[in-house]
């Protein structure tokens, strides 16, 4: 844990940022969940938090619903912002995914709105 600044973290995952990046990561966010990480820039977080928006809402109304199983099954396709990547994921870890990557979000806009007040 040395090597990282963690920006927010839940039961199902982690994002945080490498403390000796190369110069090209160094506007990048590391988000770890499951045995997946991906290295995300701001607007690929944005563009992400919406994907999974979309597979929230399509698993609510269209395929979960009531389902027994829906906390386990993986039977919803989450895109990512590297096109040609989706993973199969229930609709428990979509919502998982979703608070990890909002509140990731959340955490990097105060920090910014902070640092633009010269606070922090």
Avoid at 46 to 54: L, T, V
Avoid at 59 to 76: A, P, V
Avoid at 77 to 105: C, K, M
């Amino acid at each position: 844990m040395n090597d990282i600044n963690p920006i927010y973290q839940n039961d199902f995952g982690i994002a945080f940022k490498w403390k000796k990046d190369k110069p090209s990561q160094n506007n990048k966010v590391q988000v770890i969940f499951r045995d997946i990480g991906l290295l995300l820039t701001l607007s690929e977080l944005r563009h992400f938090s919406k994907c999974i928006a979309d597979t929230v809402k399509s698993g609510k109304s269209n395929i979960c619903g009531d389902c027994k199983t829906k906390d386990t099954c993986r039977s919803l396709l989450l895109n990512t912002p590297a096109h040609q990547i989706t993973f199969a994921v229930s609709y428990q870890e979509a919502i998982e995914v979703r608070d990890l990557i909002n509140g990731t979000l959340f955490k990097l806009e105060l920090d910014s709105f902070f640092g633009e007040l010269g606070i922090g």
